[in-house]
């Protein structure tokens, strides 16, 4: 005799996600839904969401490292689950960022002894770095003011108007003025002159940037230094610098080593790096080096003793992964200088024959210097029909995620395109890009101009209503057409963003 049994939910036999009912309902947006759900369902059903995300490889617009070993992959698994603010319970840990942090200083020319213990700290990245780093010369420059019985409610930090929008963050979020140098169409980085010029006994120290975001150019730190030293000893000042080298903290010191901009220079105080930028390390780390011990106020470390042993801690964010920081020591041991020195030196050869790629199409002119970041900044020689914008937006369909942006003040009628070449982009790929922008700059020129109307022409206000219905316009400039076409490009980008930045 057979016997035969029937099953009571076919759901829980039926071992494929795609025949169960968990694929034909939506997923629940606002709410935690009432009941529970198989694990390789709630995985398959996030994953599908997830192909809609752009590949990260493609994703020319970021300066965060997107490619590692699989060896390294796996401390990162590894070491997942630990806090690393645990620092009793972690001492390996502890003692591996310490390592970090030591190879780091020396890196940047550090005034530290061989077997001498540098100051810094790990951080979640360089925006968090940039805030205790602002922190240390708010806090010095108010300790300075009060010995001395002056005012110190009105500190300020000069920058120029390229900083990232973290530098923003800082002066708004601890009341610091922030005075920007503007920028001049042909020069996107600060000038040092006009920089030093805007200093004053109020300010807490200047921002220089090694590795421009906009441009990936190296500001001039040396010339800066300078022009500060003697301005402070005209009025008595010690108005210090710190650099902001996230981007190209990992590059100068292996490709341009004679260049000072670092610890060599007596005014820069603090140096903030990304390791997860060209330090090659996934997003997560970044690092703050100080000069000397003198250079971080004491009232700024915390120490905690309910984790275990007395642990002092300078950071805004408490509890944060171990991964990223073993991850970067792996980096260091595993490539050494002459490995970082040879990716560099490809990411800078890669960027040149894409330079040189979209210089033979006669189309761009390219903004981006040689010295710099490994990056390729570009704008449309003729902007009067079509726009970077559009170029960015055609480019999506091949996967390739390129940001087209504005520059900032002065400067904001300039448009731009660019290319961040980074350790896992090759020079197929660089090829790749150069034929697909040959073919979207040939279907462009086949479509009709989408630039507004009113961006090309202007009618006078003294013009007569006869003269106006005779529609007798009058031709913008080639410099206000481009401002015209920025800012309505811009407005349109803005409108459809979405959710929080």
Known sequence: ??????????????????????????????????????????????????????????????????????????????????????????????????????????????????????????????????????????????????????????????????????????????????????????????????????????????????????????????????????????????????????????????????????????????????????????????WVVWRSKEDLPDELIFHINYLGSDQPTFTLNFSKGSSQIIAQYYQFIRLGFEGYKRIMENCLENARALKEGLEKTGRFKILSKDKGVPLVAFSLKDSSKHTVFEIAESLRRFGWILPAYTMPADAQHIAVLRVVVREDFNRSLAERLISHIEQVLRETDALPSRVPVEAAHIIPADKTLDNMAENKAVKKSEREIQEEVALYWKRLVSERKTGPC
């Open 1 to 286: 005799m057979v016997i035969s049994t029937t099953a009571t939910d076919s759901d829980e036999n039926l071992n494929n996600t795609f025949a169960s009912r968990y694929v034909r309902t939506a997923l629940p947006r606002f709410k935690m839904p009432e009941n529970s759900m198989p694990k390789d369902a709630a995985y398959q059903v996030i994953n599908d969401e997830l192909m809609l995300d752009g590949n990260p490889r493609l994703n020319l617009a970021s300066f965060v490292t997107t490619w590692m070993e699989p060896e390294c992959n796996d401390l990162i698994m590894a070491s997942i689950n630990k806090n690393y603010v645990d620092m009793d319970e972690y001492p390996v840990t502890t003692e591996l960022q310490n390592r970090c942090v030591n190879i780091i200083a020396h890196l940047f020319n550090a005034p530290v002894g061989d077997k001498e213990t540098a100051v810094g700290v790990g951080t979640v990245g360089s925006s968090e770095a940039i805030m205790l780093a602002g922190l240390a010369f708010k806090r010095k420059w108010q300790n300075k003011r009060k010995a001395e019985g002056k005012p110190y409610d009105k500190p300020n930090i000069v920058t120029g108007a390229n900083v990232q929008v973290c530098w923003e963050k800082f002066a708004r979020y601890f009341e610091v003025e922030l005075k920007e140098v503007k920028l001049t169409e042909g020069c996107y980085v600060m000038d040092p002159v006009k920089a030093v010029e805007m200093v004053d006994e109020n300010t807490i120290c200047v921002a220089a940037i090694l590795g421009s975001t906009l441009t990936g150019e190296f500001e001039d730190v040396k010339l800066l230094n300078d022009l500060l030293s003697k301005k402070n000893k005209e009025n008595g000042w010690n108005t210090p610098i710190h650099v902001d080298a996230a981007s190209g903290g990992f590059i100068a010191p292996f490709i341009w080593p004679e260049l000072e901009w670092d610890f060599r220079l007596p005014l820069v105080k603090s140096i903030n790096v990304s390791g997860h930028k060209y330090g090659l390390v996934y997003a997560g780390v970044g």
